[in-house]
């Protein structure tokens, strides 16, 4: 019988050795595996590139990172986002921006809306669950986002479970 912590003994591997198992296969099947791993790969950047030119958006899907939201969106919930230019961005809406300076994008509703006679949108955006607007949040001086601030505009979502 084998101790656990007995000095001189040894665990049965897992089964998770894989630099054994890679030493075990001849050429050939090292290949494969490399090649099925890059296909794969190749495979996943292919859809994420595909939805990226279907939605519009930089990044299609995002996850809700804090609780500002709450109780619209919590942590760990995906976000699927378009950003069409052409539609108009409203009141209400939930977006996904970017401020410059921060490398993380933030999820919250657009409350005030302002167009002006030449077509320019500006809009001012807040949290659901925070007591004041986004202007702290904002690069300094900034106090209005602009559609290029935006990455995109929530359409549906899959809660955390």
Known sequence: MVRA??????????????????????KRQLYYQVLNFAMIVSSALMIWKG????????SPIVVVLSGSMEPAFHRGDLLFLTNFREDPIRAGEI????????????????IKVHEKDNGDIKFLTKGDN????DRGL????????????????ARGTLSWL
């Open 51 to 58: 939805l990226i030119v279907l939605t519009g958006s930089e």
């Open 5 to 26: 912590g007995a000095v001189g003994t040894h665990l049965p591997a897992s089964g998770l050795d894989i630099f054994g198992d890679l030493r075990k296969m001849n």
């Open 138 to 153: 904002y690069k300094e001086g900034q106090n209005w986002l602009e559609k290029k601030d935006v990455v995109g505009r």
């Open 95 to 110: 977006v996904v921006f970017k401020v410059e300076g921060r490398d993380i994008p933030i999820v919250h509703r657009v």
């Open 130 to 133: 925070n007591e004041v607007d």
